[in-house]
Nanobody
Framework: QVQLVESGGGLVQAGGSLRLSCAAS????????TGWFRQAPGKERESIAY????????YYLDSVKGRITISRDNAKNTVYLQINSLKPEDTALYYC?????????????????WGQGTQVTVSS
């Protein structure tokens, strides 16, 4: 069975940094595009970054571009999200996801597999 397990969330002060990790199992990781979503209280879930199976192509939501970096280590079946210069509005539940397709319609919107999420809270 496919599992995506996020870690690395927590409480951090504004201006700080976090690196989120997502460990995948039960799938052939090198075949899957992976991405990160977030959902803040009272807001819709949004796709903030995704990366192709090879790692050569990436996408970032415009509003976070420049502050976040998505990367993956195919040898470890893990995808990462580095978030710098954290702001209170980054407070959200962060999910990773996986899909065979590197497309906005799939990994950027309705991926096949989801993790349970890791909470990021940014204090001002």
């Amino acid at each position: 069975q496919v599992q995506l397990v996020e870690s690395g969330g927590g409480l951090v002060q504004a201006g700080g940094s976090l690196r989120l990790s997502c460990a995948a199992s039960g799938l052939t990781f090198t075949e899957y595009a992976t991405g990160w979503f977030r959902q803040a209280p009272g807001k819709e879930r949004e796709s903030i970054a995704y990366i192709s199976a090879s790692g050569r192509s990436t996408y970032y939501l415009d509003s976070v571009k420049g502050r976040i970096t998505i990367s993956r280590d195919n040898a470890k079946n893990t995808v990462y999200l580095q978030i710098n210069s954290l702001k209170p509005e980054d407070t959200a539940l962060y999910y990773c996801a996986a899909d065979l397709s590197f497309s906005r319609q799939r990994i950027g919107s309705s991926p096949q597999y989801w993790g349970q999420g890791t909470q990021v809270t940014v204090s001002s």
